[in-house]
């Protein structure tokens, strides 16, 4: 076998091994870890819960407040959007804090 054909077996060789030993050394480093930790994303989904319920009241409040204003001055069609506001500022309040609390088991 000549000397040129030798380097030239080595270096396929090579570049058929390489991927292999690539991916045994990232492996290596990967089993290395440590645990991940959530309580950050805990105290961001308790954020956005709070933010849930302040945002639902708020709604809530201020479709009452709306369909008040116009049932007192007498047009009763006009507050029917401001009564749907309520109702869906209630429905923020109420199941988008429990289903935001129920993804990482806070109670209510």
Known sequence: MPGGSLKRATARLLRALLPAILSLSVASVAHAQGTMDFSGAQTLMG???????????????????????????????DAIPGL?????????LGWGAGWIGSLTGQSM
């Open 47 to 77: 954020t956005f819960k709070t933010f849930a319920v302040y945002a639902g009241a708020v709604i809530c409040f201020g479709g009452l407040i709306f369909a008040g204003i116009r049932m007192m001055s007498g047009r009763f069609q």
């Open 84 to 92: 749907f506001g309520a109702l869906f500022g209630a429905g923020v």
